[in-house]
């Protein structure tokens, strides 16, 4: 017994950023997909969500916080039958509050239109 818990304290020693546990509500956007999830705990580079009771979709993943207003664009590390594991690849502060499905939607489209301009932006300069 004593092996296992050194051998889990370790695992997580070696996490690059520190969770935090937490509980709210926050969406994930795929495409035309929105799903409510929850968040289960919060890192800098990441976090791990519930799903309710759907697979994770495929495609650019953009979670949603309304709650503290802040949208980032995801990838799926892991995932199991009902949680998911998910690596922020870029942030950004939501530009307005948006509440409910819908708010998510809009969200996720205009922060996939900004990125989408910048990478123009930065292509049309080299």
Not at 52 to 68: H, I, K, N, Q, S
Request: proline letters at 2%; glycine letters at 8%.
């Amino acid at each position: 017994m004593r092996a296992t818990a050194r051998q889990t304290a370790s695992s997580a020693d070696q996490r690059a950023y520190a969770r935090r546990p937490t509980s709210r509500k926050v969406y994930l956007v795929s495409g035309r997909n929105t799903l409510r999830c929850a968040l289960i705990d919060l890192a800098e580079g990441g976090a791990r969500i519930r799903l309710m009771g759907t697979a994770l979709p495929e495609g650019d993943l953009y979670l949603v916080d309304t709650r503290v207003r802040r949208i980032h664009l995801a990838r799926s590390v892991w995932q199991s039958e009902r949680e998911a594991g998910l690596q922020f690849v870029e942030s950004d502060t939501l530009d307005r509050p948006g509440g409910g499905v819908e708010g998510a939607a809009e969200a996720a489209l205009l922060f996939a239109r900004r990125r989408a301009r910048q990478a123009a932006a930065i292509e049309a300069d080299q």
